[in-house]
């Protein structure tokens, strides 16, 4: 039985034959990106790819009007609509 050991350097990364990179942890923990983030991919020059967390909207702005509305002032402004 062979084994095989992978040598590679801290920090770098190999793109398969699928296309893909793993990226190392570091560089990840250092940028603040988590597991579950979605990232999209902008091309800055040749051999220069940056990924930029994608934000939702609605997850930013949710809740952001908390307090503006007294209470059941909302409910009275849906009853006009109607």
Same mark, same amino acid.
């Given at each position: 039985m062979s084994t095989r050991v992978?040598? =590679?350097r801290r920090g %770098? !990364? =190999?793109v398969s034959a699928k296309h893909q990179? !793993? #990226?190392p942890v570091e560089a #990840? =923990? =250092?940028a603040g990106i988590r597991t579950g983030d979605t990232l999209r991919a902008e091309v800055q020059g040749p051999g220069q790819v940056l990924l930029v967390r994608d934000t939702d909207p609605v997850?930013? %702005?949710?809740?952001?009007l908390t307090g503006v509305y007294s209470p059941g002032e909302l409910e009275e402004l849906r009853r006009e609509w109607a």
């Open positions: 992978k040598h =590679r %770098y !990364t =190999r990179v !793993t #990226l #990840l =923990r =250092r997850a930013e %702005y949710a809740g952001a």
